[in-house]
């Protein structure tokens, strides 16, 4: 604000100088008229009062000032101390009182120019203009530094343009003062003939030696000379002047009077970065509306048709997928066996008026062989295969996901017979809601309207993919669009077995490998699991320089995938592997002697994981409906009491098996009556559900409880077994209970070092 102020207040100076008008005044009128012009020092006084501080009582020596960001960062305030105000208001009296003194003039001059502020400029050029218009007699006018301090002032304010017509004025006007002169000496002293004769012809011999020395540079005046210092001395800085950016700096060139003026301009230094940061800001804007601009014209047009886009929904190329590549999903593949027949000849469904479905909706968890399903519909019938996930449609652009979903349908026409896989449908078609965004919308409502722009007897089949159906549209799966639905579950015992089998075609396995057993032991295992199984076998005997596959790779590969792998490296005392031993063995203890359990296979205290221990059971078959005394006898193995918090994981699966058979299977007093567990019960009934479940769980730990206690001898035989031989099998346990000898450490040894050894 104080800035402002001091702008405006010159402003109002400046304008004031600038409007005055030539008036016949005489001398003193004429200085007082140049002394009632506001001054710098009047100007100076009000701005230091608005600058004032709160004094401090300090000692005289001290000097307060108050620290600021602003006063570290940024220049000093432009306005002179007390005693500099004070100083030019002295010297501005005098030069007022004396208006033809020169050195008080000089003086004020000077004062003010030190100052260096662009009033105090303004002001020194208002008091010169004003004496050459109103009193061109005045001496100061014949000073040189006075000049001098004014032409500074022209340039100090921006106005070097007027540097010419200040020289030029100055020299008409010193011109005009010494035509005075001499019409007054001539008045006062008359000359005879003679003398005005000589006077007349020596005035001419210069002339004349000049005009005999054309080749002489002109002769400079005083203020031509004086314009020369000035800008010369503003422009040091340049390295060598331009004669052609100025007419002061041509030596050919001359002023109104003749005589050149050789000057050199430069810039402020460091005046072109500002510019430069300008210029690149304005340049990165304008780059990136244009490449934005650009972009979505070339693809809203089409423009770049020949780049990477076009193969984007080319068919797929690569090894030709069959039927019989595909295993585990026998009933799958009947229901699919329609579609391939249809793509083979399609006018043999038409002539008999059938229709066949337009679109095939494969359900089912990940890892189940829904992708490959279609595929080996596709090279069954030999069809092209145009592959799309569903999160390929959409990019930042609105728009784009419709335009490619009308490229995908378009292509596959040019083609047909063909089949159109879209893999995560849900990622394209979920259920539409208000609050879900327009170019969604747009892609799932193109997708609906091309399923309905092609009739059955086109030969395009669209089949799609997705882990989540109650999530799609209803729209989208209604019938005339995906009129089947096929589950694709995971394997039972017996696609599992064929799914090892197949796999196990490239690998060199050994006699003992069954694939009954390894299918028995990976109940929910999915085709893509057992895939990873095999292959973490084969690596597994690869490292241990085996020259064969054998069970033990397949079981460390099953317990992997199950429970993670092995920690041997964790540092657990002996204290704690006993009391995991001793937990563990309780484990394989209830189930082996409870009724309704599920097989042992073999028990461990390594940690796994995020386990101490891991007991493994061993089931016959896939279990697709459990009795009652099956659900008890699995909670009476992992409800045994423990005196650590390692047992977590058993009590919440304990726990949740319980609460299961209160609220969905009927397993308990309340009957058989099904409870959400969404629903509003009222806390009654919450308190009864509580109490069954807690009453169950209690039953299953007195039963283990009273087991083990009939068979502690067993329960420590077999902790100390599992401590010292850390994994023991279903038949290892059988020996240990009955205090039969099984194998000893030093057998382990040399076993694992004639392995080595053969290797």
Not at 38 to 64: D, E, G, K
Request: glycine share 6%; hydrophobic share 40%.
């Amino acid at each position: 604000m104080l800035k402002n102020l001091s702008f405006q207040l010159c402003s109002s100076l400046r304008s004031t100088a600038r409007s005055a008008r030539p008036v016949h005044l005489s001398s003193s009128q004429q200085w007082r008229t140049i002394s009632s012009t506001p001054t710098t020092s009047t100007i100076l006084r009000n701005v230091a009062q608005l600058h004032r501080r709160p004094q401090v009582f300090a000692p005289s020596s001290c000097t307060i000032r108050y620290i600021s960001l602003g006063s570290i960062f940024s220049r000093s305030p432009a306005v002179p101390s007390p005693t500099v105000v004070a100083q030019i208001t002295r010297l501005e009296a005098e030069a007022n009182v004396y208006p033809h003194d020169v050195s008080k003039q000089l003086a004020l001059f000077e004062a003010l120019q030190d100052t260096k502020l662009k009033s105090s400029y303004e002001l020194i050029i208002s008091r010169w203009e004003r004496m050459c218009e109103f009193d061109p007699n005045s001496p100061l006018l014949e000073s040189p530094q006075a000049f001098q301090i004014y032409l500074a002032s022209l340039v100090n304010t921006g106005q070097q343009t007027s540097v010419s017509a200040a020289v030029r004025r100055r020299d008409s006007l010193l011109a005009s003062l010494e035509q005075s002169k001499a019409s007054t000496e001539t008045a006062t002293e008359p000359a005879t003939p003679d003398t005005v004769v000589e006077s007349k012809t020596s005035e001419e011999q210069p002339t004349s030696s000049s005009d005999k020395a054309s080749p002489q540079k002109p002769v400079l005046t005083s203020s031509q000379e004086i314009a020369q210092s000035v800008l010369s001395g503003q422009a040091a800085s340049s390295s060598r002047p331009n004669p052609s950016s100025n007419p002061f700096l041509n030596a050919s060139s001359t002023s109104s009077d003749g005589g050149p003026i050789q000057v050199t301009i430069v810039e402020r230094k460091g005046a072109w970065i500002p510019r430069l940061v300008r210029f690149i800001a304005l340049t990165l804007v304008a780059s990136f509306f244009f490449l934005i601009i650009l972009s979505v014209f070339f693809e809203n047009t089409g423009f770049m048709k020949n780049g990477p886009r076009q193969t984007q929904f080319e068919p797929s190329e690569g090894k030709v997928v069959k039927f019989s590549d595909v295993h585990g999903v026998d009933e799958v593949k009947e229901e699919l066996q329609d579609i391939v027949a249809f793509l083979k000849d399609p006018s043999a469904f038409a002539t008999l008026g059938g229709k066949l479905p337009k679109g095939v909706l494969l359900t089912g968890p990940p890892g189940t062989g829904k992708t490959m399903l279609a595929r080996a519909v596709a090279g069954e019938a030999g069809v092209p295969f145009f592959f799309a996930s569903g999160s390929d449609f959409e990019e930042m652009f609105v728009g784009v996901g419709a335009k490619r979903v009308r490229e995908l349908f378009a292509a596959a026409r040019k083609k047909e017979p063909a089949i159109i896989f879209i893999d995560e449908l849900d990622a394209v078609g979920g259920r539409r809601s208000s609050r879900d965004q327009q170019y969604m919308k747009q892609t799932l409502n193109q997708l609906l309207v091309e399923m309905d722009g092609f009739q059955q007897t086109e030969g395009v089949i669209v089949m799609a993919a997705t882990n989540f159906p109650e999530s799609l549209d209803p729209a989208l799966v209604r019938p005339g669009r995906f009129d089947r639905h096929i589950a694709v579950p995971l394997p039972d015992i017996r696609g599992r077995m064929q799914i090892l089998q197949h796999h196990m075609k490239n690998v060199t396995t050994s006699k003992d490998v069954d694939s009954k057993v390894l299918a028995r032991g990976t109940s929910g295992f999915s085709g893509a699991d057992l895939q990873n199984m095999v292959n973490q076998a084969a690596v597994r005997a690869a490292k241990e320089h085996a020259k064969e596959v054998n069970l033990s790779h397949f079981e460390w590969a099953r317990d992997r995938i199950l429970m993670g792998a092995e920690r041997k490296s964790a540092a657990i005392d002996e204290k704690a592997k006993l009391a995991t031993a001793y937990h563990e063995g309780g484990h394989a203890l209830v189930a082996l002697y409870t009724e309704g359990a599920v097989p042992l296979h073999k028990v461990t205290c390594v940690p796994r994981g995020h386990a101490l221990g891991y007991t493994s059971f061993l089931p016959e078959n896939d279990r697709f409906s459990v009795s009652l005394k099956e659900y008890l006898a699995s909670i009476d193995y992992m409800v045994l009491r423990r005196f650590t918090s390692g047992a977590s994981s058993d009590i919440r699966k304990a726990t949740h098996t319980a609460r299961m058979m209160v609220k969905q299977w009927g397993f308990s007093k309340l009957g058989p009556i099904y409870y959400d567990d969404s629903a509003d019960l009222s806390p009654r009934r919450k308190d009864e559900i509580e109490d069954e479940v807690t009453k169950i769980i209690k039953e299953s730990e007195n039963r283990a409880t009273l087991l083990l206690k009939s068979r502690i001898e067993e329960l420590h035989r077999l902790a100390r077994a599992l401590v010292e031989h850390e994994t023991l099998d279903k038949d290892e346990v059988a020996k240990v209970v009955k205090g039969e000898p099984i194998r000893n450490i030093t057998e382990v040894l040399e076993a694992e070092l004639s392995s080595s050894s053969d290797s």
